[in-house]
């Protein structure tokens, strides 16, 4: 039930463009998105809720479609800030309302 | 507003010995959940209340592992005996009333637990 999330790890200089995925091997509910930088709490971004919505705020962005059981997180014109791993959160049909999954995190590094 | 308040920030404890974690949730908040992060495993749900009533405790380890929530805010995680393997930093999480699965989860600072 964990989601699958790739890439394990990114490398980008200011102003370039990330995606990251999210896979279920099991038909979804939701996906939730959060950051978490080294030391600290994981910080909410944004919960999709319905097949084939999107969302954004700033400059990052997410999707999701229901059939293939995906979400996918876009970064575009990354900042500094950026920095830090990101977590899909995945809350299965059939499973308990309120029970995520997280994926094992995809680590973005942003360079000046 | 105050955050998710867990208490303490860091344990560092012997073998055998009982560890008490607490959480205080968001003000208004009706659900709390208790994490456990480890370079192993990753973000892991241990359990989770609503209204005070825990909801799914699947994720528990064992039972030496117990979790309580005596008033809406407030709650404890506590392991006895402790062991080794049980390193980790617990985090706790709590989110509004609505539907479970459309509200954030507000994280607190969590616990970095050590035992030796």
């Known amino acids: 039930q964990q989601p699958v999330q790739s890439p394990q790890a990114v490398i980008l200089r200011e102003g370039e463009d990330a995606v990251i995925n999210c896979s279920s091997s099991?038909?979804?509910?939701?996906v939730h998105w959060y950051r978490q930088k080294h030391g600290e709490a994981p910080i909410f971004l944004m919960i999709l809720l319905k097949g084939g919505e999107q969302k954004g705020h700033d400059k990052i962005s997410a999707s999701f479609n229901e059939k293939k059981q995906q979400s996918s997180l876009y970064l575009t014109a990354s900042q500094l800030s950026y920095s830090g791993t990101y977590f899909c959160?995945?809350?299965?049909?059939?499973?308990?309302?309120?029970?995520?999954?997280f994926g094992r995190g995809t680590q973005l590094t942003v360079w000046p | 507003d105050a955050g998710v308040i867990q208490s303490p920030r860091h344990e560092v404890t012997e073998m055998g010995q009982e560890v008490t974690l607490r959480c205080k949730p968001i003000s208004g908040h009706n659900s709390l959940f208790w994490y456990r992060q480890t370079m192993m495993r990753g973000l892991e749900l241990l359990i989770y209340f609503n209204n005070n009533v825990p909801i799914d405790d699947s994720g528990m380890p064992e039972d030496r592992f117990s979790a309580k929530m005596p008033n809406a805010s407030f709650s404890t995680l506590k392991i006895q005996p402790s062991e080794p393997r049980d390193s980790a930093v617990y985090f706790c999480?709590?989110?509004?009333?609505?539907?479970?699965?459309?509200?954030?989860?507000?994280f607190g600072d969590g616990t970095r637990l050590s035992i030796l």
């Open positions: 959160g995945t809350q299965d049909r059939g499973s308990t309302l309120g029970r995520l999954y």
């Open positions: 999480a709590s989110s509004p009333p609505d539907s479970y699965s459309n509200q954030p989860q507000h």
């Open positions: 099991k038909a979804l509910y939701s």
